[in-house]
T-cell receptor, first 111, second 114 residues
Framework: SQQGEEDPQALSIQEGENATMNCSYK?????LQWYRQNSGRGLVHLIL?????REKHSGRLRVTLDTSKKSSSLLITASRAADTASYFC???????????FGQGTILTVHP | EAGVVQSPRYKIIEKKQPVAFWCNPI?????LYWYRQNLGQGPELLIR????????DSQLPKDRFSAERLKGVDSTLKIQPAELGDSAVYLC????????????FGQGTRLTVV
């Protein structure tokens, strides 16, 4: 079963614009992770944010986490055509272990 | 360092036939996952191993699916007999320890059952 729901399901933007994707989940978590998937390289880990953190940055990525609302957002700044991919959030529960994925957001960045 | 290796990359079989997928995780990684990903969906966990022990197989359809991880290293996932609805991408992933760590994924095996 899927833990989270992602919004929007699809996003189309121009190169240079920012892209924001949202993820909501249902149960208590230890951490939330974001992954990217494109046809050439499979699923790749982008960033992990722990339940006691509110914001985290990595290069052009910014992730926020609101545990009271059980939601997270991923912001990609100054997008590039190479960012075109599907993006998934994944939660890891309080007992660790199982990594549960959302349905994903398909991002298309037009040159 | 080599990543997670899966084989085969693609498999086409007729329904009711058996099929097996193989996964070699990153060296030293104790945790191994098998996920199934249907078209347009996120990956869904089938089974998780800690070393050679299956610690979470609640979503594995045990009437037709089986998995093993001998010696706590590489793993195989088998379907027998395959059904049309088993068509999907089967992903293997590993992580270095139980806890808040990222998972490293293989390229997956795309199974088509005809």
């Amino acid at each position: 079963s899927q833990q989270g729901e992602e919004d929007p399901q699809a996003l189309s933007i121009q190169e240079g614009e920012n892209a924001t994707m949202n993820c909501s989940y249902k149960t208590s978590i230890n951490n939330l992770q974001w992954y990217r998937q494109n046809s050439g390289r499979g699923l790749v880990h982008l960033i992990l944010i722990r339940s006691n953190e509110r914001e985290k940055h990595s290069g052009r990525l910014r992730v926020t986490l609101d545990t009271s609302k059980k939601s997270s957002s991923l912001l990609i700044t100054a997008s590039r055509a190479a960012d075109t991919a599907s993006y998934f959030c994944a939660t890891q529960g309080t007992s660790y272990g199982k990594l549960t994925f959302g349905q994903g957001t398909i991002l298309t960045v037009h040159p | 360092e080599a990543g997670v290796v899966q084989s085969p990359r693609y498999k086409i079989i007729e329904k009711k036939q058996p099929v097996a997928f193989w996964c070699n995780p990153i060296s030293g990684h104790n945790t191994l996952y098998w996920y199934r990903q249907n078209l347009g969906q996120g990956p869904e966990l089938l089974i998780r191993y800690e070393n050679e022990e299956a610690v979470d197989d609640s979503q594995l359809p045990k009437d037709r699916f089986s998995a093993e991880r001998l010696k706590g290293v590489d793993s195989t996932l088998k379907i027998q007999p395959a059904e049309l609805g088993d068509s999907a991408v089967y992903l293997c992933a590993s992580s270095s320890e139980l806890g808040a760590t990222e998972a490293f994924f293989g390229q997956g095996t795309r199974l088509t059952v005809v």
